[in-house]
């Protein structure tokens, strides 16, 4: 049958079938995004941003809270979940055996929830920032770029998600460089830049020429002590002042994750898994942010090292260990 030998009404009807079924076409689902910290902390704010770019895209119908509180999470997660949201993203941590009562309760609610533990149920998978390569490029860095053979690093929490961070950063140090030594301290906090900055003062006096500024607060020390720092989850150099301060950041990025969970559950195949591969190099989940003004003061040599060290994480030939052991300092 030719179109030219069909009716008006019948093109107009087939053309409507066509538009309903192409994926191009397909019904916007609302999705839910609960923050602990306001949006402008950066770990949520790398949620957001990917949740943002899907709504733009027309994939989903967005709706969030910030500043949720441990206490007052489960209730959010409830509220949403009793609302037409088909996918909440969001944390677990500290609370993961209530978040999981909630997912049992709404098996029909997507949950991808940033947890230390596995997935839970039919329908809670789970993430976490899995940067540990790109700060064990970083380490690279920083080990060849060291004069002192001290190298200080400031995080929130000695738990899972910084430990793994920080151990990789030293791997890569000591790969270059066997013998530097480490300072480590955490501040007991998430933001708080007077406290962060403060500790790296410390460390800057015990002789650290080189900071991982874990936590906001670090480059400001570095910057008026005259020592380089390396960035961590945005790009440090041009998002918190870091501009001749700050010689590379390792990046995070959920927008495969995010993008993944969206479409398995539009085509009703989500399931409880662990999104772990999703926020690391090969899926695009992490990366090495560029060098800027520092591209031609980092030795020729240690660039090839990086340049070679990347190639062979996203062949899968070079494997970074993840480590979630509390590093401690060696001097």
Sequence with gaps: MQIKNLSPKLIFSLLVVLLSVSPVFAEKIKVAGIYTQPIQQKWDAVLHKALVKAKEAGEIDYVYSEKVANTDYVRVLREYAESDVKLIVGEAFGISREAHKVA????????????SYGPYGKNFAVFDNYIHEPCYLMGLLAGSMTKSGKIGMVGGYPIGEVNRLFN???AGARSV???VQFKVSFIGSW?????????AYAQIESGVDVLYAERAGVVDAAREKGIIAFGNVNDMNKEENGKD???ASALWHMESAVNRAISLVKAGN???EDYRDWTMMVKGGASLSSFYEFDAIIPAQAKAKVEQAQIEILDGKLVVPINDEEPKSTF
């Design 177 to 179: 460089r066997p013998d």
């Design 270 to 272: 989500f399931k409880a």
């Design 104 to 115: 049992d309760d709404y098996p029909q609610v997507a949950f991808l929830m940033g947890d």
């Design 168 to 170: 990789a950063f030293m």
């Design 245 to 247: 301060v700050v010689v």
């Design 191 to 199: 933001y708080d830049p007077p406290k962060a900055k403060e500790f």
